[in-house]
C-alpha cells in the first residue's frame, strides 16, 4: 500500500527555491518521495539547496537559473526540467518580492518589478508548464499569495495588487485547467519568519503576533506542510481555493 500523502514517481518544480520558504518547499515534497526542480535568480543557493536535498532525501534534483519575470528565461526552465525529468506534475509558484513604501512616496519601477516578479511570474510558469501537464492529463499548481493579497496592507499597495492579482490568476486557471484534470490553488501565508521578514520594523512584528490567535510567527514548514497537502493525489477535488496559513491571522 501506498503511504497516504506520498508524492513518490511524481515531479516538481518550485520557483524561488533556493531559500526560505521555497526550499523548506522543495525539502518537504522531497521527503515525499518527488523529484525536485529548484528554480532561482540566485543559481549559486540553487545548487547547494539542491545537493543539500538530494544527500537528505535521496531523490534527484536539479538546480535552474530563472528570472520568473523574464518570459524567455521561463521557457527555457521549463524546457530544460521536462528534458531532465520528462515531466512536471507539480508546480509551486512561490518566487516573491517585497518593495515596501507609501503609495505617496512609490516609484514606478518598484511597482512594475513587484508586479512583474509576483504575477506575471507565475502566469509565465504556469503558461510554460501547463501544456505538458495538459498532455499527461495530470497537474498541480500552487501558488504562493498573502494575507496581505486578502486583505489589503498599507504600505503594500504594490504587493498586495500583486498577491491579491495572484488569486485572481488562481480561479482563472482552476476554470480553464479543470477539464483537463489540473488543479491549480493559492496558499496565503500569514507572518512567517524568513529573510523577507527580518528586517521589518518591530512594531510590524509586535502588531502582526497581537492579530495572530495562535500567537506565534509561521514557519516556512507550516506552509510547506500545506503545498505537500495540495500537491498530493488526494487532493484531487479540491481547486480554486485559498488556503490561509496564518496562525487565524485573516478569517
Ligand atoms: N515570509 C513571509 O512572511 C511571507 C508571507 C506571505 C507570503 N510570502 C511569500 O512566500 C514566498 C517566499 O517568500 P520568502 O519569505 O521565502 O522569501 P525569500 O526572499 O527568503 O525567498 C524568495 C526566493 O525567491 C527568489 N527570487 C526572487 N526574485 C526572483 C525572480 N525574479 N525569479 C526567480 N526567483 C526569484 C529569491 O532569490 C529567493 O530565493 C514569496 O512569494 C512571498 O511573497 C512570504
Given at each position: 500500500?501506498?503511504?497516504?500523502?506520498?508524492?513518490?514517481?511524481?515531479?516538481?518544480?518550485?520557483?524561488?527555491?533556493?531559500?526560505?520558504?521555497?526550499?523548506?518547499?522543495?525539502?518537504?515534497?522531497?521527503?515525499?518521495?518527488?523529484?525536485?526542480?529548484?528554480?532561482?535568480?540566485?543559481?549559486?543557493?540553487?545548487?547547494?539547496?539542491?545537493?543539500?536535498?538530494t544527500n537528505n532525501f535521496g531523490v534527484e534534483t536539479i538546480s535552474l537559473e530563472v528570472d520568473v519575470?523574464?518570459?524567455?528565461?521561463?521557457?527555457?526552465?521549463?524546457?530544460?526540467?521536462?528534458?531532465?525529468?520528462?515531466?512536471?506534475?507539480?508546480?509551486?509558484?512561490?518566487?516573491?518580492?517585497?518593495?515596501?513604501?507609501?503609495?505617496?512616496?512609490?516609484?514606478?519601477?518598484?511597482?512594475?518589478?513587484?508586479?512583474?516578479?509576483?504575477?506575471?511570474?507565475?502566469?509565465?510558469?504556469?503558461?510554460?508548464?501547463?501544456?505538458?501537464?495538459?498532455?499527461?492529463?495530470?497537474?498541480?499548481?500552487?501558488?504562493?499569495?498573502?494575507?496581505?493579497?486578502?486583505?489589503?496592507?498599507?504600505?503594500?499597495?504594490?504587493?498586495?495588487?500583486?498577491?491579491?492579482?495572484?488569486?485572481?490568476?488562481?480561479?482563472?486557471?482552476?476554470?480553464?485547467?479543470?477539464?483537463?484534470?489540473?488543479?491549480?490553488?493559492?496558499?496565503?501565508?500569514?507572518?512567517?519568519?524568513?529573510?523577507?521578514?527580518?528586517?521589518?520594523?518591530?512594531?510590524?512584528?509586535?502588531?502582526?503576533?497581537?492579530?495572530?490567535?495562535?500567537?506565534?510567527?509561521?514557519?516556512?514548514?507550516?506552509?510547506?506542510?500545506?503545498?505537500?497537502?495540495?500537491?498530493?493525489?488526494?487532493?484531487?477535488?479540491?481547486?480554486?481555493?485559498?488556503?490561509?496559513?496564518?496562525?487565524?491571522?485573516?478569517?
Amino acid at each position: 500500500m501506498t503511504q497516504a500523502l506520498s508524492l513518490a514517481g511524481r515531479t516538481a518544480l518550485v520557483t524561488g527555491g533556493a531559500r526560505g520558504i521555497g526550499k523548506a518547499i522543495a525539502e518537504t515534497l522531497a521527503a515525499r518521495g518527488a523529484k525536485v526542480a529548484i528554480a532561482d535568480l540566485r543559481i549559486d543557493l540553487a545548487e547547494e539547496t539542491a545537493k543539500e536535498v538530494t544527500n537528505n532525501f535521496g531523490v534527484e534534483t536539479i538546480s535552474l537559473e530563472v528570472d520568473v519575470a523574464d518570459t524567455a528565461s521561463v521557457k527555457a526552465m521549463a524546457k530544460e526540467t521536462i528534458k531532465a525529468f520528462g515531466q512536471v506534475d507539480i508546480l509551486v509558484n512561490n518566487a516573491g518580492i517585497t518593495r515596501d513604501g507609501l503609495v505617496m512616496r512609490m516609484k514606478e519601477k518598484d511597482w512594475d518589478m513587484v508586479l512583474d516578479i509576483n504575477l506575471k511570474g507565475a502566469f509565465n510558469c504556469a503558461q510554460a508548464l501547463s501544456r505538458p501537464m495538459m498532455k499527461a492529463r495530470y497537474g498541480r499548481i500552487i501558488n504562493i499569495t498573502s494575507v496581505s493579497g486578502v486583505v489589503g496592507q498599507a504600505g503594500q499597495a504594490n504587493y498586495s495588487s500583486s498577491k491579491a492579482g495572484l488569486i485572481g490568476l488562481t480561479k482563472a486557471l482552476a476554470k480553464e485547467f479543470g477539464s483537463r484534470n489540473i488543479t491549480v490553488n493559492a496558499i496565503a501565508p500569514g507572518f512567517i519568519e524568513t529573510v523577507l521578514t527580518e528586517n521589518l520594523p518591530e512594531e510590524i512584528k509586535e502588531f502582526s503576533l497581537k492579530l495572530t490567535p495562535l500567537g506565534k510567527f509561521g514557519t516556512p514548514k507550516d506552509v510547506a506542510n500545506a503545498v505537500a497537502f495540495l500537491a498530493a493525489e488526494e487532493s484531487s477535488f479540491i481547486t480554486g481555493v485559498v488556503l490561509n496559513v496564518d496562525g487565524g491571522m485573516v478569517m
